[in-house]
Nanobody
Framework: QVQLVESGGGLVQAGGSLRLSCAAS????????IGWFRQAPGKEREFVAS????????IYTNSVKGRFTISRDIAKNTVDLQMNSLKPEDTAVYYC????????????WGQGTQVTVSS
């Protein structure tokens, strides 16, 4: 059974940086994609970034391009999200999720980690 555990959230001032980590276990992820999502209070969950385990190809939502970087460490089975130049609007609970490369939906989710950016 796939398990995803996020860590690294916290409180930071605007312009600062945080690094989130998603520890994945329970299966081989070579044919999977790992994504980061976020949900702000009163808003729907939105896609932030994703990376394919096999090739390392990544995509980002427009609002974080140039500020966030997603990466994977195959040896450690982790996917990190480096967040720079943080803005108050980045405040949200951040979730990592996993899906098969051939699937259209993410069906395994972590418990989330809170990121708060103060102005």
């Amino acid at each position: 059974q796939v398990q995803l555990v996020e860590s690294g959230g916290g409180l930071v001032q605007a312009g600062g940086s945080l690094r989130l980590s998603c520890a994945a276990s329970g299966r081989t992820f070579s044919s999977y994609a790992i994504g980061w999502f976020r949900q702000a209070p009163g808003k729907e969950r939105e896609f932030v970034a994703s990376i394919t385990w096999r090739s390392g190809n990544s995509i980002y939502t427009n609002s974080v391009k140039g500020r966030f970087t997603i990466s994977r460490d195959i040896a450690k089975n982790t996917v990190d999200l480096q967040m720079n130049s943080l803005k108050p609007e980045d405040t949200a609970v951040y979730y990592c999720a996993a899906r098969s490369e051939i699937a259209s939906r993410y069906d395994n989710w972590g418990q989330g980690t809170q990121v708060t950016v103060s102005s």
